[in-house]
């Protein structure tokens, strides 16, 4: 690649407050409590408007924007009895404005089946990946997250 | 401070995760370490945790280096983001197959056909793009399968 022709920005640091490691992980707490039905906050507020996703089973990345609508239109109510057990987050900072989060986490939710019965689903073996900007009005967002299970979920009739 | 750096462009990322691949698939060991910071981490498909790259790369060196290993693997559109002059996120879907040679002469082979790619890219201070961290998984189940051992030479 000739360098010589490539762009070159400026690049200024300070003047941006720094991300903090407990900034990331309440940010995930956010996330988890939303996806468990534990607090009303909107999901798609979390996320960048040009974030991409993968999801736990899809074949293919998705607007963000995407992942919020559906995941909020299956959100478990706050009576549900959905946990989602995170583990040890590792934070990777990469500049002063992002923030890249990995872990694995364990969640266990009920679901309403088309026929009216319920299962009980649970991955035991998730595993996160959720790289964190911060925009310009400060927001800490999800640009970029991959959700996947190192064991397929396991599937209970209730 | 005020440093003056290359903006990273959508081709130079495509460019590296082709590089990735083509290391990858000719086993080109060191050339493939290399695409690897030295604090990079890693989930690798079958793991349940993540792991520092470093410890990946000696596994792999032992499961696809070796020399009756083989991998083949097919790209999807790749899709990138660029979050600054110095960091970009590259997604995409492949496929993968690989066949390995156990000891004692057994063949297993594993096909991911619907493999997905997540690679976070970061400019060192020689300027190449390298990986801070990755993310593959398969969104479909996936099973080694066992081959037919290749008979051993017949003894002059």
């Known amino acids: 690649m000739n360098r010589a022709a490539t762009p070159r920005v400026l690049f200024c640091t300070g003047g941006m407050e720094k991300i903090s490691t407990e900034e990331v992980r309440k940010s995930i707490e956010r996330f988890w409590a939303i996806l468990s039905g534990k607090t009303a906050a909107k999901l798609e507020d979390l996320y960048s408007p040009g974030a991409i996703v993968f999801t736990g089973k899809a074949k293919r990345s998705e607007a963000g924007r995407l992942t919020a609508v559906r995941r909020s239109r299956q959100l478990p109510g706050a009576s549900s009895n959905s946990i989602a057990e995170v583990g040890a987050i590792e934070i990777q900072f990469a500049g002063p404005d992002v923030a890249i989060a990995a872990y694995t986490y364990s969640f266990h939710t009920q679901k309403t089946q088309s026929d009216g019965t319920k299962v009980q689903i649970s991955t035991p073996f998730g595993r996160a990946t959720q790289v964190f900007q911060r925009n310009e009005k400060g927001a800490l967002l999800i640009v970029h997250e991959h959700l996947s299970a190192a064991a397929p979920p396991e599937k209970a009739a209730q | ?156």
């Open chain 2, 1 to 156: 401070m005020t440093r003056v750096i290359a903006s990273i462009s959508t081709d130079e990322v495509c460019a590296a995760v082709k590089s990735f691949w083509e290391f990858f698939s000719r086993k080109s060991k060191s050339r493939f370490d290399e695409m690897y910071l030295p604090s990079a981490t890693v989930f690798a498909a079958d793991a349940r945790r993540m792991e520092p790259a470093r410890l990946m790369l000696v596994r792999r060196e032992r499961e696809i280096f070796s020399s009756g290993s083989f991998l083949t693997a097919t790209l999807g559109p790749i899709e990138v983001q660029v979050l600054g002059p110095e960091l970009a996120i590259a997604s995409y879907p492949f496929q993968m197959s690989i066949t390995r040679t156990l000891a004692g002469g057994k063949r297993v082979q594993v096909e991911v056909p619907s493999g997905r790619s997540t690679q976070i890219f970061q400019r060192d201070d020689k300027g190449r793009l390298r990986i801070l961290h990755e993310h593959m998984s398969s969104a479909e189940p996936v099973s080694p399968k066992e081959l037919p051992a290749i008979p051993a030479p017949p003894r002059a």
